[in-house]
């Protein structure tokens, strides 16, 4: 999916091409001028933005073996949420109706983060068992 893909599925929802466009243009435009400030951006349900800063460091040039000094650098860093990583795991959890990263209701974050883990054990559980 990309944004062209993502302005079709908004469409319904908010009436129109052009209001989609809008809303999904401003959602970015402040994840991105937030992160570059080095702040984070955390949606309940769905992850964490943040910046990340790499260290200076020495690299090798494949072709050559030569030593190469690459310079530090901030790069974007994404986390997944809780509900995120277990929907994920197993798509079969995912709400019939209704938005799949909407923000729970009080008490239920270690029900959540419980579901989660059991999701994730049992999907590495499968893992292993088709390996061995």
Do not use: C
Request: charged share 25%; glycine share 10%.
């Amino acid at each position: 999916m990309n944004k062209a893909d993502l302005v079709d599925a908004l469409e319904s929802r908010l009436g129109g091409k052009k209001q989609a466009a809008e809303a999904i243009e401003a959602i970015f435009d402040i994840i991105i001028r937030e992160v570059a400030r080095g702040g984070k951006v955390g949606i309940t349900g769905f992850g964490t933005f943040e910046r990340a800063d790499r260290a200076a460091r020495t690299g090798r040039n494949p072709r050559t073996g030569q030593s190469v000094r690459i310079e530090s650098t901030a790069v974007p860093k994404f986390r997944p949420g809780t509900a995120f990583k277990m929907y994920v795991a197993e798509p079969a959890t995912l709400p019939e109706s209704g938005p799949a990263a909407a923000r729970a209701a009080a008490g239920t974050a270690a029900e959540v983060r419980a579901a989660a883990q059991a999701a994730i054990a049992a999907a590495k559980s499968k893992r292993t068992k088709k390996s061995a």
